[in-house]
């Protein structure tokens, strides 16, 4: 009821598209029948949580935060959704986001920004970006509306906007969660992963989240691992590695602060620092702005007025109007942007030039991480190159805003765990995050170094 309520007063906010406190009350009903019947309680029994509206959810509208998608009910539930479901818990609503998850600020939602519930200690009052794309489950839970929300990660969702928010975040390895039911941004990098107040908190979600899926080709077959039991702040026997080139020019003093105070942490921890070189660091931002867009472009491509979803048909019009129409009206600026850049680089005459080499530095940046692991277990860096910026003040310059993304982008390249949690504040009183990245399938190691952070 407290959660509920404080959802239902949070407007301003703008982290929820649809409450559906009945969905919560029902989970929390039947932890008490439980409960009071003297049965094992569920491992999330009752928790009430938020749902990125990214996640298909049967019976309440999903969206992608795009008005291609508006009063789309779909009939079937997300994998991942359903094992929260199965765990226990319950959902408090959809969570707003960037649309169709491209964006670092949560303001290309077609359902307007999601305001942080942070502001600046010293004076300036400017609303702030919760980060994105995951930025209502950054506020929602930043706000204490929710204990813990799903977020997905393609090239920093999870990540960032739990730095810019002050929580934690962790992006699993890939295939470590199920895509099925997650609407598809570039599907070789998507990821969902659960984002909390703190790393234990995190790590429960996880398990409940997690697991083989046959409905997903790229999904892992593994067990999943009991990462709450599993956890230790210990660092002892731990070499973390520290990537020379992520001290990129002009890094503001605050972030390099950040980081040497995470370095502190962990050697204190027990933890053994040793320097590290991923040469080609440099390129990852291009070669994600080149893939991410190539695989959106041919991902968007369901979304054609005939199957689902909006359809804008002009009196008169023929199929290939109708088409335009739809696509002209549906899609926002940033996605139009992104499909834009995936249909050219993916185009006959620009497809080498372009896509195929992006492709080859993404291997590159793999391999870089391979050879990372020679002489360390983890990696230690800043989440993002600055706080939360104002809403609006990167808005009108694409480019900027993907530099936000900087740090976040080689570890989804690479496919490698990584997670950002809280590393204490700056100047103005905003929270600043620290990234831990893992070898694949580490996420025990990622977790237990962001609790000795924490
Ligand atoms: N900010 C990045 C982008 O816009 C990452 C988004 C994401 O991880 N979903 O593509």
Redesign the pocket.
């Known amino acids: 009821d407290a959660f509920i309520t404080r959802v239902s007063q949070a407007k301003a906010l703008n982290a929820f598209l649809v409450e559906t406190p009945d969905h919560a009350l029902a989970a929390a009903k039947e932890a008490d029948t439980a409960r009071a019947a003297g049965e094992a309680l569920k491992p999330l029994a009752g928790v009430p949580i938020g749902m990125k509206d990214l996640f298909c959810t049967r019976g309440v509208q999903t969206t992608a935060a795009s008005h291609m998608l508006e009063g789309f009910i779909p009939q079937y539930e997300s994998t991942v959704s359903g094992k929260l479901w199965e765990a226990g818990a319950g959902m408090l609503g959809k969570l707003n986001l960037?649309q169709f998850?491209?964006?670092?600020s949560n303001e290309t939602s077609y359902f307007g920004d999601v305001v942080s519930p942070w502001r600046r200690a010293d004076g300036g009052n400017a609303p702030l970006a919760p980060g994105?794309?995951s930025g209502g489950s950054s506020a929602a839970i930043a706000a204490r509306l929710c204990p813990g929300a799903t977020g997905?990660?393609?090239?920093?969702?999870i990540r960032?906007p739990a730095a810019f928010t002050g929580i934690s975040g962790i992006k699993p390895t890939y295939g470590r969660c199920s895509r099925w039911g997650v609407v598809a941004?570039a599907s070789s990098l998507d990821q969902a992963g659960p984002m909390a107040r703190d790393v234990r908190d995190c790590a429960i979600l996880l398990e409940n989240m997690a697991g083989f899926d046959a409905k997903d080709a790229t999904s892992l077959q593994l067990d999943v691992p009991r990462w709450e039991h599993g956890l230790d702040a210990s660092l002892a026997g731990k070499r973390i590695g520290i990537p020379r080139e992520y001290r990129v020019d002009n890094m503001p003093s605050e972030i390099e602060a950040l980081w040497q105070q995470g370095i502190d942490w962990v050697k204190d921890a027990g933890a053994e620092i040793v320097e590290v070189s991923l040469p080609h660091t440099k390129y990852a931002l291009p070669a994600?702005y080149i893939i991410?867009p190539a695989e959106a472009s041919s991902n968007l491509a369901r979304y054609d007025g005939v199957r689902y979803g909006l359809r804008d048909l002009p009196e008169g019009a023929n199929l290939q109007e109708m088409y335009a129409a739809t696509r002209a009206d549906g899609f926002g600026d940033e996605v139009k942007r992104r499909i834009f850049i995936g249909t050219y680089v993916l185009s006959a005459g620009f497809y080498d030039a372009y896509y195929t080499q992006a492709q080859k530095v993404r291997t590159l940046i793999a391999q870089d991480f391979e050879r990372a692991w020679e002489s360390c277990d983890l990696l230690l860096t800043p989440t993002a190159p600055s706080a939360a910026f104002a809403l609006g003040e990167k808005q009108a310059d694409p480019l900027a805003m993907?530099l936000?993304?900087v740090f976040?982008v080689p570890a989804?390249l690479a496919g490698l765990p990584a997670m950002s949690v809280p590393g204490g504040l700056d100047k103005a009183g905003l929270p600043l995050g620290l990234q831990i990245i893992g070898k694949p399938l580490d996420e025990q190691g990622v977790l237990n170094a962001g609790l000795a952070i924490e």
């Open positions: 960037d998850a491209m964006g670092s994105g794309s997905t990660d393609t090239g920093g969702s960032q941004f994600y991410a993907y936000n993304d976040t989804s």
